[in-house]
């Protein structure tokens, strides 16, 4: 299964951009790149997924290099509730996530 | 509609008692998934259900871990005779399909399990 190397955290400020790169170089073609948030005492929520370029939704934007070899999560103007722990994982099989350290996001006022 | 659910929301059990997780799957999703999650650690995947079946039972970590679907809805992951190790959160995924990378899990809150 593909690794993933993020960093353990990450401290911003409210209405700051924030980028979290995720380094995952042994992708393969298939694998789709998914990122979820989680909460203390919460599941991991579903935040965006991607395959190659640029994703957006309406809570933030993937960007996907051509080698496929890294993505970066961008978060537009954090706030104090996006205080979180970030999980960047490859998606190989849909069966079996594997999910790394995460990175943990601060957001001070 | 409603998300998964996960029932009890927290369990203290002795050593050595079984205990029964449940997990009400989003309506029409027919893959399932359980993981779990020490304190301060990542999640590990534990089973995964098409459907009633369960492919992949590579994460149950003993034999005294076990589940089953019915009804491709609600699943029930027992743990017998329970160690201070199993203390943890397990979590309950389910998604549309299953077994595809685009597939998306959505994940329940959680059943936080405490062995004394």
């Known amino acids: 299964l593909a690794k993933t190397t993020q960093p353990i955290s990450m401290d911003s400020y409210e209405g700051q951009e924030v980028n979290i790169t995720c380094s995952h170089n042994?992708?393969?073609?298939?694998?789709?790149i998914t990122w979820y948030q989680q909460f203390p005492s919460q599941g991991p929520r579903f935040i965006i997924q991607?395959?190659?370029t640029k994703v957006t939704n309406e809570v933030a934007s993937l960007f996907i290099p051509a080698d496929r070899k890294s993505s970066t999560l961008s978060l537009p103007r954090v706030s104090l509730s996006d205080t979180a722990v970030y999980y960047c994982?490859?998606?190989?099989?849909?069966?079996?996530?594997?999910f790394g350290a995460g990175t943990i996001l601060r957001v001070k006022s | 509609g409603a998300g998964v659910s996960q029932s009890p929301s927290n369990k203290v059990t002795e050593k050595g008692k079984d205990v029964e997780l449940r997990c009400d799957p989003i309506?029409?999703?027919?893959?399932l998934y359980w993981y779990r999650q020490s304190l301060g650690q990542g999640l590990e995947f534990l089973i995964y259900?098409?459907?009633?079946?369960?492919?992949?039972k590579s994460g149950l970590p003993s034999d005294r871990f076990s589940a089953e679907r019915t009804g491709g809805s609600v699943s029930t992951l027992t743990i017998q005779r329970t160690q201070q190790e199993d203390s943890a959160v397990y979590l309950c995924?389910?998604?549309?399909?299953?077994?595809?990378?685009?597939?998306?899990?959505?994940f329940g809150p959680g059943t936080r399990l405490t062995v004394l």
């Open positions: 995924a389910s998604s549309l399909m299953g077994g595809g990378p685009q597939d998306t899990q959505y």
């Open positions: 042994n992708i393969a073609t298939n694998d789709y």
């Open positions: 991607g395959y190659k």
């Open positions: 994982l490859v998606n190989r099989y849909g069966n079996k996530l594997v």
């Open positions: 309506s029409g999703h027919t893959a």
């Open positions: 259900f098409q459907g009633n079946s369960a492919p992949d």
